[in-house]
């Protein structure tokens, strides 16, 4: 075996996430095991325009007993029952130990609705209605940044009820908070590491004070890969979604802008918006064809943890040591083998790390044969 030239579709091997710097298993050769777990239910795709019974709907009344205004757009509403709430807050008691703290979180919780139709999804929206969607992102995203006391907006989305979403009514979240959560600052201190670095010179773009971006060099690494190889679903005029090479849910997909290091959805230019609307529009329509269901992940953005304060409207952006940050989405999705079995990350990967069987390449090439057209529209197998 010492002598067998290495196949990392076929030989297992470790892969590590320089965004978190946390490793994860790939073993290929374990794809063709059988399966005898547990099978999902069929998500529904039979559903009414409108769901007198949905917290959700135009006109309706939520759980907390307020009412829904009869809304013909995007629609978003403090969360009836947030994680984090309003300052002020108490102040935390005193320590009984040093391994036994208490940090007192302060923030507000939204809801942001997509649509009014309660049968739709992202990948069902045409680009104008995604736009949208776009814009309200970056309203709430400014708004509750700006707010005194808020350190970090986390802008996501659970879709499908093995993801823990309760409404099927096409709908995210934003969690504003007085910290930054451990993920986001995870990646923060690693983007910035990189960018003190001194790697090779690249063609990518820069980040502030003309330093090298962890991201920027990554996205022009796999567009430079050859396609039918790599790991690039689709690209556009400004914004790429690939496999990454770190990937631990079967067909994840990191999405970002590769053109310009972006630090946050208020950099996007008009044009870029409308690339983000086309690229969020295929991206979710292949992985709803890849199994002919309407496919379940939890999304979120990360970006510069809040906006840029008016009273630093003249630092420029090289100036602003916050710009390391990369605008850049993470589609998680659990599903494995078809529409009813789902990745499970459990026993070995609760106790020593993430594992995957399918190679990100493997799935990369899978989600490129889907086609672009929506199953339900009349899409070709692939």
């Keep these: 075996m010492a002598n067998t030239p290495f196949d990392s579709s076929t030989h297992p091997h470790r892969r590590v996430?320089?965004?978190?710097?946390?490793?994860?298993?790939?073993?290929?050769?374990?794809?063709?095991?059988?399966?005898?777990?547990?099978?999902?239910?069929?998500?529904?795709?039979?559903?009414?325009?409108?769901?007198?019974?949905?917290?959700?709907?135009?006109?309706?009344?939520?759980a907390g007993g307020l009412r829904n205004d009869a809304y013909e757009s995007t629609y978003n509403f403090v969360n009836d029952y947030a994680a984090v709430l309003p300052p002020p807050g108490p102040i935390a008691p005193p320590s009984p130990h040093p391994l036994l703290t208490t940090e007192p979180v302060q923030g507000g919780c939204d809801v942001i609705v997509f649509h009014p139709r309660h049968d739709l999804t992202l990948a069902r929206l045409s680009l104008e209605e995604?736009?949208?969607?776009?814009e309200q992102w970056c309203a709430i995203y400014q708004t509750r940044g700006s707010q005194e006391g808020i350190e970090y907006v986390q802008i996501f989305e659970n879709k499908g009820a093995m993801m823990g979403c309760s409404n099927p009514h096409p709908h995210g979240q934003a969690w504003s908070l007085s910290?930054?959560?451990?993920?986001?600052?995870?990646?923060?201190?690693?983007?910035?590491k990189y960018s003190l670095s001194d790697p090779a010179p690249s063609a990518a773009p820069k980040g502030p004070k003309n330093r090298p971006c962890l991201l920027c060099e990554y996205a022009h690494f796999e567009i430079d890969v050859p396609h039918d190889t790599g790991r690039v679903v689709f690209k556009n005029e400004h914004w790429v979604a690939l496999v990454p090479w770190w990937a631990i849910w079967p067909f994840e997909i990191l999405l970002l802008p590769y053109k310009r290091h972006v630090p946050s959805i208020s950099h996007l230019t008009?044009?870029?918006?409308?690339?983000?609307?086309?690229?969020?529009?295929?991206?979710?329509?292949?992985?709803?064809?890849?199994?002919?269901?309407?496919?379940?992940?939890?999304?979120?953005?990360?970006?510069?943890?809040?906006?840029?304060?008016?009273?630093?409207?003249?630092?420029?952006?090289?100036?602003?040591?916050?710009?390391?940050?990369h605008l850049h989405l993470h589609?998680?999705?659990?599903?494995?083998?078809?529409?009813?079995?789902?990745?499970?990350?459990?026993?070995f990967e609760l106790m020593g790390e993430p594992q995957r069987d399918l190679t990100p390449e493997q799935a990369a090439q899978r989600l490129r044969d889907c086609s672009e057209v929506h199953y339900l529209d009349g899409a070709a197998e692939p």
Excluded at 20 to 30: A, D, G, M, Q, Y
Aim: aromatic share 6%; with cysteine.
């Design 270 to 325: 008009a044009n870029e918006k409308n690339s983000f609307a086309q690229i969020l529009s295929n991206v979710t329509k292949r992985y709803d064809n890849l199994f002919s269901c309407s496919f379940a992940y939890s999304m979120g953005i990360h970006q510069r943890p809040v906006p840029r304060p008016e009273s630093a409207a003249l630092i420029s952006d090289e100036e602003d040591e916050e710009n390391v940050a």
């Design 179 to 192: 910290v930054v959560p451990t993920l986001p600052a995870t990646e923060l201190a690693n983007l910035t």
């Design 130 to 134: 995604i736009g949208k969607v776009i």
């Design 17 to 62: 996430n320089p965004l978190t710097n946390e490793h994860v298993l790939v073993s290929p050769h374990r794809t063709k095991r059988p399966w005898q777990g547990q099978t999902e239910p069929p998500q529904a795709v039979n559903l009414p325009r409108h769901d007198p019974q949905c917290y959700l709907c135009p006109g309706n009344e939520r």
């Design 331 to 347: 589609f998680a999705p659990p599903l494995l083998r078809s529409a009813s079995v789902r990745k499970f990350l459990v026993g």
